[in-house]
């Protein structure tokens, strides 16, 4: 007789079928998830870690051999990638977990590298297959103006070698949609700080690459919803489309808190028109309409329960879209729009609390979903088992982005709110997350292989990835392999543009990678600003 947990992780040793009494049971393996039925589970792979997500009914048996194949593990424990210094133990490493993503054995330097090559469609040109990912700052003043520090992060990402620069960083709309106090905003100096901070950016690329040629820069443009602090760090001031069951009680929001309105929508719209005509004349080629990590434009997707324009049917939830980009072409038709979205979400997860103790919160786990069912607040979730994704909707998505002209968009997943292991993969949680839930690894996988089936349903799209940091010394190998066999056109760096900004000019130059300065994914970089530090890769950057 073996009891199990929601949150336990188990090894399957050489199984492939394992038989409980009137158990309807969920896990998930190191190859994704596996729905279990009544009376028994498919494992879909051998030897194996796997974690319980949830038990219908308490676990009760298993039968015969199955017992005796089973082990429960404490906690799981995972290779950390800093101590390994050969590919090809990396590749072993893949190849034990079962992760089908691609890494070569060897980079290739100078003008035939893949990540070298150029990207040209339409109106769309960069020099190479590197993206430096937009990154919020909390280093703006009170009125969401830049300062020196952001000046400083500007110039770094500018001296990345990478060719393409998403959005720089987030910047709100209006004052209220600002998730941080020191969160840039369009405001009336707007014009000109945008101008200055893409112009240093451009200064210093061309100071340390030598050529400004094939360089696009666009600016982000968000609400930030649900997650809007305007004004104080501490204090939310949500604004938000639905009320959702899980998010909610957690972020303190009554039943009665006012919903936005269709007549307030329509403002927010003329926000981002206004927004995209400031980033128009400072200078940008384009601007990212976000639509990911459950700020506004990200919540209009999983709108299912609200009532009236905005929500409700796909053509409600992608009207926000659909207006916003009417705008802009209105007010600068020669200006490109992109879109980052979160191409698939989960359900909250939450510190274990059986498994955390003070100062270090347990491994994360779902929250409790199975009265929510059919799950009606996520979008690109399976609505009878919502920590598994679903990939429809999306699909529709990038279909109407065909349809609006827009031709491309940089894939990304779930919040880092409610979910972080699966948007930016770590070993060390930020201070309001918990302990992976599992190989890290996996969601790195996840969202490559999420990137790669929308690729091959929209070979014309041009598709930048995301959350290739947790790869470390091999984030080049996996980067190069994925470009080279089309699973992505251009590779998106977070953190790790944080730590070692100029990484892209040393993968393409052929330089050894600096080990020092790789990001192992302490999250200080989130942690800190949470605390009211400015923003900044604490460990690693020497400021
Ligand atoms: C400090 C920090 C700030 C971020 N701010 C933004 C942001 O403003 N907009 C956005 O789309 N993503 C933001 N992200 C997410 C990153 O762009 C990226 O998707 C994520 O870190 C995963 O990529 P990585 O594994 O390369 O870090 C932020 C990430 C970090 C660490
Ligand atoms: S603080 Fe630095 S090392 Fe830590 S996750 Fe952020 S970028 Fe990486």
Redesign the pocket.
Known sequence: MQKLRVGDWILTHNLETMLGNNVEYHYRSSTGEALVVDGGFLVSGVNQQAQVVWAERTFSALSGQATAALTTMSEPSYLHLGGIRNVEVFRRHLQDLQIAIPCDVELIAGEASPLAQPVRSDAIHFGNRFAI??????DGTAYGRPTELTFRRWRRFGASGAKLI??G??VAVSHDGR?NPN?LAINKHARIDLYKLREALVAEHQRSIGSVANLMVGL?L?HSGRYSHPNFKDRLEPRILYRHPILDKRLGIPDDYPLLSDGEIRKIVENFHTAAQVAYDSGFDFV?I?H??GYLGHEFLSAHTRAGDYGGSFENRTRFLREVVAGVRAAAPSLIIGV?LSAFDTIPFKPDSPRSASGKPGPGVPEAFRALLPYRWGFGVDVANPVQADLTEPVQFLSLLGELGIQIV?L?AGS?YYNPHL????LYPPSDGYQPPEEPLLR?AQ?MQMTHTLKQKFPHLITVG??????QDFLPYVAQAAVREGWVDCV???????AYPTLPIDVIRGQPMQRKRV?R?F?D??TA?RAGLP?GCYPLDEH
């Open positions: 990912q937009p990154m919020e700052g909390w998403w959005g960083e987030a998730a969160q982000q968000t990212d976000k990911c990590h980052r940089n990304s880092p948007q930016r993969p770590a790195v969202q995301s959350a290739y940091t947790y790869l998106g760096l977070g953190r790790m543009a944080l990001c994914t999250s970089c989130t600003p923003s």
